[in-house]
């Protein structure tokens, strides 16, 4: 059954035929019948990817044309449509002076006929087959609107060349890059060498903008637009910017699910009332399951697995079978000793005897035995014959007996009291920041170990001392050693004074006290503390023959002028420590060979010096001033008093219950003190509440050699022979009733050992939260 395909040509308005340009309408007629064989030629012979869109045809006439077509769209014969044939009749009542242009029309209608049949043969021979297609009407597309406006197809990217996806360089030895929707070729655009791309690169403003179309060749200037769509899209956000990510949840759907009956029908009254039967059957089933008559699929299943896998059989009956003791009502068996393993073999495996380290660790823990891996060390023998008597073996059979002996015979309910009750609980270490937790920097330049560090009150130098006999001078920012001042013996201590108006160093070393200007900073500064220091101020008051004995001031010689020495304080035994005041005109020195003369006052205004004790109450080991109020810490080796130095009286005394004290640090606010000892301890003390510890802390694996406050936040830190530097949090509250909240932060452990030393001091910069630690292994690290 054939159908039709009616294509309909649209075109201009025709214009009154003439029999003088007949012929010339002839040509036109001719070359848009050339143009519509084209468009209705075999698909496969089109080189343009047009399948899928609608076609448009325009024409000079208005005429419409009709084909016969098979199933397969293969042309077969035109047919002359009922317009035409009107126009036919009406063209045969005409006066006998227009046959001569119907004749000619007739004509031209049989040479199209002719043309189209020559045109459409050709790919029926070509392997059409037999079967008719139905006709389809073409309409035309509105050019106005873009092909896929009111689609969701993906294929919208380019419409404007239609050769589809496939390589452009195929057209790389061609004019044209493509065709249109006309069938035109698209010219590629011209192309500029180097020089003209990078002269336009120059003068063009919009260049970094503009971006090459890969399918026409042109440049297209991307708005701003499309560059703010691109910036989205680079840095993963959503492309559209009126997309709200975080806008509220609207539940369209309900997460509950409901029951949806099947049918509406009423239940039978016989499904509300039990069976009889069914709750017998249902009670003799439950009694079987009691009484282990009858077992559930998954017990038989159980046992089945257990009779398939290996058995085992037991030596001792007692291991199966509970021991019969008479008079004892559920009694329980005797504690067994642990099963020998690899390590208790005469000839052990080469893993598990010890190598050096180990066998070094494993004798290091002999005064704590428990914490050992193994009670023993493993040995190897080439036979059993040489394996010695066990030396510990008589011990060992009396520890098994006093188990046997001492173990429980009765069972009693015992309390369930989980670990994590017992802690404490402590804020995280996140909420407590600032602090630090990384080392930053190491300032290199000592050759022995560093005993003390000391900080400018600003925050920008650093002074240390060294058993090296020399006290360097760095910048704190940059690690560089600015000056080195060297001494004629060992520097115990170094003590910057807190007073910002000068700029003075404290350095104790052998029996001298030095009063150094590092000459640093402003030099303002720095000439005003020469003038201070310079001249020494007239005494009123006559010095007693037991302070005169004890130190002596002087101005430093020439050769010490130079280095920056300016005032040195001889005392007559070797100073351990040197502290200042808070308000930079006093400081105080400690000998511990001094005996009742041991810790003396300085005064810098008036270069006089105090002994404040007339008896020895102990080896006074380290002193300090109140931050606030007028007194006095001395600390011996197991007690710390506290004096008034108005009033000249005790005011308290500290039990710190450890054998020997190693130093102290006191709160900015001054109720708080904290104690390091050598027996691996740190004391906190409440000033306000008991003579007694607050809280002991057993952070250190190791006797504890420094602890320090820090002056405005929460924080201090303790340094160890362990090489660690632990920071910790100790919030003070202004509450008195709230105790301070005291949380370990961090492990700061990056020291090297030497000779059984690991850090030395610790000291914290007076306004960042970073602590600055010394070592043995001749270097200052700073944690930040």
Known sequence: MTKKLALKRKGKESEPINKVVASSEASENEEEEEDLLQAVKDPGEDSTDDEGIDQEYHSDSSEELQFESDE?????????????????????????????SSDEEEVEDEEKDSKLKQSDDKPSSSG?????????????????????????????????????????????????????????????????????????????????????????????????????LIKRIVSGRIPNKDHEEYEPWIEWFTSEVEKMPIKNVP????????????KKRVSRMVHALKMGWMKTTEEVEREKQAKRGPKFYMLWETDTSREHMRRIHDPVSAPKRDLPGHAESYNPPPEYLFDAKETKEWLKLKDEPHKRKLHFMPQKFK???????????????????????????????????????????LPSPRDLQPFPTVESMVYRGHTDLVRSVSVEPKGEYLVSGSDDKTVKIWEIATGRCIRTIETDEVVRCVAWC?????????????????????????????????????????????????????????????????????????????????????????????M???????????????????????????????????????CFFVATQHNIRIYDLVKQELV????????????????????????STYDKKMLWFD?????????????????????????????????????????????????LLQNPLIVPLKKLQTHEKRDEFGVLDVNWHPVQPWVFSTGADSTIRLYT
């Open 498 to 590: 807190p007073n910002p108006k000068l700029s003075i160093i404290a350095v104790a070393t052998g029996n001298r006290l030095l009063l150094v200007n590092p000459k640093v900073g402003d030099k303002v500064l720095v000439k005003k503390t020469d003038d201070l220091l310079a001249e020494a101020p007239s005494q009123d008051v006559i010095e007693s023959e037991r302070i005169k004995t004890a130190v002596q001031w002087s101005n430093a010689e020439a050769d010490e002028q130079e280095k920056g020495v300016r005032v040195v304080i001889t005392h007559f035994k070797p100073i351990r420590q040197v502290t200042w005041h808070g308000r930079g005109d006093y400081l105080a020195t400690v």
């Open 383 to 425: 036979s059993l014959r040489e394996v010695p008597a066990y030396s510990r073996y008589l011990r060992e059979r009396f520890l098994r007996c006093l188990d046997l002996y001492l173990c429980p015979r009765a069972k009693r309910v015992k309390l369930n009291i989980d670990a994590e009750y017992l802690i404490p609980k």
């Open 72 to 100: 397969e769209g293969n042309y077969l014969g035109r047919k002359q449509s009922s317009s035409a044939e009107e126009d036919e009749e009406s063209s045969d009542e005409d006066d006998d002076g227009e046959e001569e």
């Open 592 to 630: 511990p060979e001094g005996a009742n003369r041991s810790a003396l006052i300085h005064q810098l205004s008036k270069r006089r010096s105090q002994i404040p004790f007339s008896k020895s109450k102990g080896l006074i080991q380290f002193v300090l001033f109140h931050p606030v109020k007028p």
């Open 687 to 735: 000033l306000d509440l008991s003579t007694k510890p607050y809280q002991t802390m057993r952070l250190h694996r190791n006797a504890v050699r420094s602890v320090a406050f820090h002056l405005r936040y929460p924080l201090f830190a303790s340094g160890s022979d362990d090489q660690a530097v632990i920071v910790s949090h100790g919030m003070v509250y202004n509450d």
């Open 267 to 278: 239940d039978h009254k016989r499904s509300f009332l039990p069976s009889v039967s069914e």
């Open 128 to 228: 059409a087959a037999s079967k008719k297609a139905p006709t389809t009407e073409l309409s035309k597309r509105d050019t106005s609107k873009p092909e896929y406006q009111d689609s969701d197809t993906s294929d919208e990217e380019d419409i404007r060349n239609t050769v589809g996806n496939i390589p452009m360089h195929w057209y790389d030895e061609y004019k044209h890059i493509g065709y249109d929707w006309d069938a035109k070729k698209i010219i590629k655009p011209p192309q500029g060498d180097q020089i003209d791309e990078f002269l336009r690169k120059i003068e063009d403003p919009d260049f970094w903008r503009t971006v090459k179309d890969p399918l026409t060749g042109q440049d297209v200037r991307l708005t701003d637009e499309d560059i703010a």
């Open 652 to 675: 308290k005394k500290l039990l710190t219950n450890s054998k020997w004290i190693s130093g102290m640090s006191i709160h900015p606010k001054g109720d708080n003190l904290l104690v």
